[in-house]
């Protein structure tokens, strides 16, 4: 089993007995989720840690983006759970990159794929996305590469 599984494990169990309502609501939806990606496709096989970490990144969106419905939608309480939750989760992510850093990333790829304007973007991406898995949103990342072949 993955480092990071037995530590969503243990952090679970931790969270039952101190009655954490959120961090185990949180929890059990995301050992589900990687329970769930564990088993889709042909064969069942064991999720590596970097593995999780995109299932623990797409989980995170999933809360941000349904707060943002519930607050449209005038449910700012289900909007409140959904952020807390969303934050809990992120608690399991790598260190997020500055802006700097980011910025940096970005440069050294245009660089690299011999872009110099926006219809070179899929390659920037494409070089980009390995690097910064899990350490930067897909959409901050794409528009600080936008920002930059512009």
Do not use: C, H, W
């Given at each position: 089993?993955?480092?990071?599984?037995?530590?969503?494990?243990?952090?679970?169990?931790?969270?039952?007995?101190?009655r954490d309502a959120v961090?185990?609501?949180?929890?059990?939806m995301l050992l589900t989720?990687?329970?769930?990606?564990?088993?889709?496709?042909?064969?069942?096989?064991?999720?590596?840690?970097?593995?999780?970490?995109?299932?623990i990144t797409k989980e995170?969106?999933?809360?941000?983006?349904?707060?943002?419905?519930?607050?449209?939608?005038?449910?700012?309480?289900?909007?409140?759970?959904?952020?807390?939750?969303?934050?809990?989760?992120?608690?399991?992510?790598?260190?997020?990159?500055?802006?700097?850093?980011?910025?940096?990333?970005?440069?050294?790829?245009?660089?690299?794929?011999?872009?110099?304007?926006?219809?070179?973007?899929?390659?920037?991406?494409?070089?980009?996305?390995?690097?910064?898995?899990?350490?930067?949103?897909?959409?901050?990342?794409?528009?600080?590469?936008?920002?930059?072949?512009?």
């Amino acid at each position: 089993m993955s480092e990071l599984k037995t530590r969503l494990q243990a952090d679970l169990t931790a969270a039952m007995k101190a009655r954490d309502a959120v961090r185990t609501r949180a929890l059990r939806m995301l050992l589900t989720a990687i329970s769930n990606e564990e088993v889709s496709g042909k064969s069942a096989r064991e999720l590596s840690d970097d593995e999780i970490i995109k299932v623990i990144t797409k989980e995170v969106k999933k809360r941000r983006e349904a707060a943002e419905a519930f607050e449209q939608g005038g449910r700012a309480d289900r909007a409140a759970d959904e952020r807390a939750e969303g934050e809990v989760l992120s608690e399991y992510l790598p260190e997020q990159l500055s802006d700097e850093e980011l910025a940096d990333l970005v440069r050294a790829a245009i660089a690299e794929a011999g872009v110099s304007d926006v219809k070179g973007m899929g390659a920037v991406m494409k070089l980009l996305t390995p690097r910064v898995a899990g350490r930067a949103e897909g959409r901050r990342v794409a528009d600080e590469v936008r920002r930059q072949l512009s």
